[in-house]
């Protein structure tokens, strides 16, 4: 087995840390397989508490995140996170600034092909409009970030939240 350090990058684009290693086996560097997806992850912040939206469909359908999705063709990162909000909370928001790289590696098993998903992390705040679910989320809430173990998070969400709180709070 080869075993891949995933960098992560902070906002000034230096590395951060690294992530676990995720075994590799050597016949799977020569099996095609999809490309990464790029995508964008956006806390939206408003009077001290996050948006979240509770998955609708998978994957993580049932569990609670911070607004996401893919970024289309053409489209810029920054274009995608205010569409993503749009469509999933209803809002519109500023985006404050870029956060951290996320990536999200779901190895194979069995049949399945596994995911791959490099995530822009955006921190934004709130503009305008009343929250109501759409697209993919089943609920929305704002939620204090002293409450967020009481949601079934997507596992791995609560530090970049925390980073986006820091950075929305910088910003002020």
Same mark, same amino acid.
């Given at each position: 087995?080869?075993?891949?350090?995933?960098?992560?990058?902070?906002?000034?684009?230096?590395?951060?840390?690294?992530?676990?290693?995720?075994? +590799?086996? &050597? !016949?799977?560097?020569?099996?095609?397989?999809?490309?990464? =997806? *790029?995508? #964008?992850?956006?806390?939206? %912040?408003?009077?001290?508490?996050?948006?979240?939206?509770?998955?609708?469909?998978?994957?993580?359908?049932?569990?609670?995140?911070?607004?996401?999705?893919?970024?289309?063709?053409?489209?810029?990162?920054?274009?995608?996170?205010?569409?993503?909000?749009?469509?999933?909370?209803?809002?519109?928001?500023?985006?404050?600034?870029?956060?951290?790289?996320?990536?999200? +590696?779901? &190895? !194979?098993?069995?049949?399945?092909?596994?995911?791959?998903? =490099? *995530?822009? #992390?955006?921190?934004?705040? %709130?503009?305008?409009?009343?929250?109501?679910?759409?697209?993919?989320?089943?609920?929305?809430?704002?939620?204090?970030?002293?409450?967020?173990?009481?949601?079934?998070?997507?596992?791995?969400?609560?530090?970049?939240?925390?980073?986006?709180?820091?950075?929305?709070?910088?910003?002020?």
């Amino acid at each position: 087995m080869i075993k891949a350090i995933l960098p992560l990058a902070d906002a000034s684009g230096m590395l951060a840390g690294m992530t676990d290693a995720i075994a +590799i086996p &050597p !016949e799977a560097l020569h099996t095609p397989r999809p490309k990464p =997806v *790029l995508g #964008v992850s956006v806390c939206v %912040w408003r009077d001290g508490k996050v948006l979240l939206i509770e998955r609708g469909n998978p994957p993580a359908r049932g569990l609670w995140t911070p607004v996401g999705g893919r970024v289309e063709w053409g489209e810029t990162l920054e274009a995608a996170a205010r569409r993503e909000v749009h469509e999933e909370a209803a809002i519109a928001c500023d985006i404050v600034g870029f956060s951290q790289v996320r990536e999200m +590696i779901e &190895p !194979e098993s069995g049949a399945a092909s596994g995911h791959h998903v =490099v *995530l822009a #992390v955006f921190a934004a705040r %709130w503009v305008a409009g009343d929250i109501a679910a759409g697209d993919d989320a089943s609920a929305v809430a704002w939620v204090d970030p002293t409450a967020l173990t009481d949601y079934a998070l997507v596992p791995g969400v609560i530090p970049y939240i925390e980073a986006t709180r820091r950075l929305i709070e910088d910003m002020a």
